[in-house]
């Protein structure tokens, strides 16, 4: 089969696996059921099971991947529709942005160091809370191993919006733009569109989030592996 057939074979695959998986969320709401966490375990399994290299499936994903930088900037539109809010917010925002970027960090670092990882590991899960490019490129000015931090940089994501909204309900924060710095800070891009499905408001701050927590992660990252 051609690269071109199966570039259109890989994407077609993951649009049908994506909308059942939408159906089944829909039909039985659970952190598990999730499209994001469904599809993508649905595509590993598969990939496994029959033996298809990843380089095979990345032909067409790598199509998919193009769109991922034109829709991360979109998503400057929900920011700045509710830019009245930001300016009358700025300082629990930045606070809030502060905390969850240190946290982040902190909890990456010393969870590593707590199991006994050698020092490689902890520079490779140091940064994962920021989106994967940001994530990576961090990683790599660290020393550690790129292609593990982005498998942290997805679980964190993954993880983040499956339990995400059950944390947030069991402490009950219900206020948008809480909610929207606590995904944006955690999950980066993943936490985001789980946001985005909950308001606007909780969206355009889970943006807003996810951009400036990857400017405080990028200092606080080789300040604290230099420390611990």
């Not at 199966?6 to 649009?15: K, P, Q, V, Y």
Request: charged letters at 10%; glycine letters at 10%; a positive charge.
């Amino acid at each position: 089969m051609s690269s071109f057939f199966t570039g259109i074979a890989t994407i077609a695959g993951a649009f049908i696996l994506y909308q059942f998986s939408k159906k089944m969320y829909s039909m039985k709401p659970s952190p598990f059921t999730m499209p994001i966490f469904l599809s993508t375990a649905s595509i590993v399994i598969f990939l496994i099971l029959t033996g298809i290299p990843y380089e095979t499936f990345m032909i067409g994903g790598q199509w998919i991947d193009i769109f991922l930088g034109p829709i991360v900037v979109s998503l400057a539109v929900p920011l700045y529709r509710e830019i009245h809010l930001i300016k009358k917010y700025a300082g629990a925002i930045s606070i809030g942005i502060f905390a969850g970027s240190l946290t982040g960090v902190l909890t990456g670092i010393a969870g590593a160091k707590l199991f006994g990882f050698e020092s490689w590991l902890i520079q490779s899960v140091a940064a994962k809370s920021v989106t994967a490019p940001i994530a990576i490129s961090i990683t790599d000015t660290a020393g550690g191993n790129v292609s593990l931090a982005a498998v942290f940089v997805m679980i964190a994501g993954v993880s983040g919006a499956m339990f995400g909204p059950v944390i947030l309900k069991i402490c009950r924060i219900q206020h948008p733009i809480a909610r929207g710095l606590s995904f944006g800070t955690a999950s980066h891009a993943i936490g985001t569109a789980k946001a985005l499905e909950n308001g606007k408001i909780e969206g355009a701050i889970s943006v807003l989030s996810m951009t400036i927590s990857a400017v405080f992660v990028s200092f606080l990252v080789p300040i604290f592996l230099a420390i611990m």
